[in-house]
């Protein structure tokens, strides 16, 4: 009986191993070597490439973006990544908010490692995950009129008319009602006539100091950062013996330079001023963004310990990204500020943070950052050493530099963009829920 029974079994694992190996599944020399040995620990390592974002850029004419920064470049020629201009204007503003051009040098880009890149063109529209318009809208406000009454600022109104009807005529406009369209506009006054027509696409923003909730959200939108406009600190290193200390070398405890007249939380600048005068190892100054000042600023902030960074007309400004890149530990006063890459980032690493109502205390912030100990200032010294190639804009890009990383946040947000259009197609009432 008991043979039968061994003959059943046997025959049985016979039949299974007989159909696996027909059906491809399994090696019989390892399954069979392997049985009473205990069973290798479960790689859960996906082994698919990662695909760049495929983005489809608007051939727009030059008036929309080139033509600002040279206007006698040609409406005919296509721009590729050799007739590219460079980017030649220096003046603080204009460096500032040059991140549209940024992202459009990169997609012209067609050297380096595809895999390697977080966003790359296609020519083909149907192949596009997303679609960048190359409307340069920071630039045409402060090209066209640098302030709300400039008369020149109808130019400014006319190139958004004509831009909005250019892409309410598009199919792919129409076939996600923008969603997935992304639109720069890093200037708070950019797209100002009509922001509210692209309030359902992927804007790239500096902070939603200017926005109301329906236009502008953490939900669909990117935060970038300002281009700096101070040089980067390239040398800034330890000695090996140890014979530089950059916490004693930096002489100056807290360094400011900037406007000092600054709208909504922006006012907060002069009262610091007032709580800060009359401290030695304080160098708080009143200055506009001319180069001569930039320069001066780019080896204060070098030579100081800790940068102010109170808000400015909007909760954010260059400031913050020109102290990142001095290496220069952000002391940021802004109560309704929104940072870059923040989902990676963690700027508490190597910024000190104030509220406004603790910063307006009297000596609230110097008795803070005099009794901060150095050896956590050099931790987050060198916390920020690592962190600030995520803040430079170049061409050509490099891995994981500022324009990367803001196609990669563009890339996050795709899933939800094709949730709301597949929703929107289908839904006959309004969420239920709302």
Same mark, same amino acid.
């Given at each position: ?118 966003? &790359?063109? +296609?020519? %083909?529209?149907? !192949? ?13 406000? $402060? #090209? ?92 800034? &290193?330890? +000695?090996? %013996?140890?014979? !530089? ?13 900037? $406007? #000092? ?174």
């Amino acid at each position: 009986m008991y043979g039968k029974t061994i003959s059943i079994i046997v025959l049985f694992v016979f039949l299974i191993a007989s159909y696996s190996i027909y059906m491809g599944t399994i090696d019989p020399t390892p399954y069979f070597s392997q049985l009473g040995k205990p069973s290798p620990p479960c790689n859960t390592t996906t082994t698919t490439t990662r695909q760049p974002l495929r983005v489809f850029m608007y051939d727009l004419p030059r008036k929309f973006n080139l033509a600002m920064m040279h206007p006698n470049i040609s409406d005919v020629e296509p721009i590729t990544a050799e007739n590219l201009p460079s980017w030649h204007q220096t003046s603080g503003v204009g460096r500032q908010h040059s991140v549209e051009y940024w992202l459009m040098a990169s997609l012209l880009h067609n050297g380096g490692d595809e895999e390697e890149k977080e966003a &790359v063109r +296609v020519l %083909d529209p149907e !192949l596009a995950d997303a679609f960048y318009v190359p409307f340069f809208s920071s630039l045409s406000f $402060n #090209t066209h009129g640098k302030n709300m009454t400039d008369p020149d600022t109808e130019l400014d109104r006319l190139l958004q008319v004509e831009l909005i009807e250019y892409l309410e005529n598009s199919k792919y406009w129409q076939r996600s009602g923008g969603r997935d369209h992304v639109i720069p506009m890093t200037h708070p006054n950019a797209f100002r006539f009509l922001r509210q027509r692209v309030n359902a696409s992927i804007l790239i923003l500096v902070d939603f100091g200017r926005y109301p909730k329906e236009i502008a959200n953490l939900d669909k939108d990117v935060v970038s950062p300002y281009v700096h406009v101070v040089e980067s600190f390239a040398d800034d &290193v330890v +000695v090996d %013996d140890g014979a !530089l200390d950059p916490f004693e070398a930096r002489s100056t405890l807290l360094y400011f330079r900037g $406007n #000092t007249v600054r709208k909504a939380d922006g006012k907060i600048r002069v009262r610091l001023e007032k709580l800060l005068a009359g401290n030695s190892d304080v160098h708080y100054v009143k200055s506009i963004p001319t180069t001569q000042n930039i320069k001066v600023s780019t080896e204060g902030m070098r030579s100081s310990k800790f940068c102010l960074h109170p808000a400015g007309d909007t909760p954010s400004s260059c400031r913050l990204f020109d102290a990142i890149v001095s290496h220069c530990i952000p002391v940021i006063i802004s109560d309704k500020i929104e940072l870059p890459f923040e989902d990676e980032i963690d700027y508490s690493e190597f910024s000190v943070f104030f509220s406004a109502n603790e910063a307006l205390e009297p000596d609230f912030i110097l008795s803070n950052l005099r009794q901060f100990p150095k050896e956590k200032w050099l931790k987050m010294w060198e916390r920020l050493k690592n962190v600030s190639h995520h803040f430079e804009f170049q061409y050509p890009p490099k891995r994981e530099d500022a324009v990367n990383m803001l196609w990669r946040q563009v890339k996050h947000k795709i899933p939800d963009v094709k949730l709301a259009v597949h929703r929107h197609r289908r839904l006959k009432v309004p969420d239920w829920w709302l």
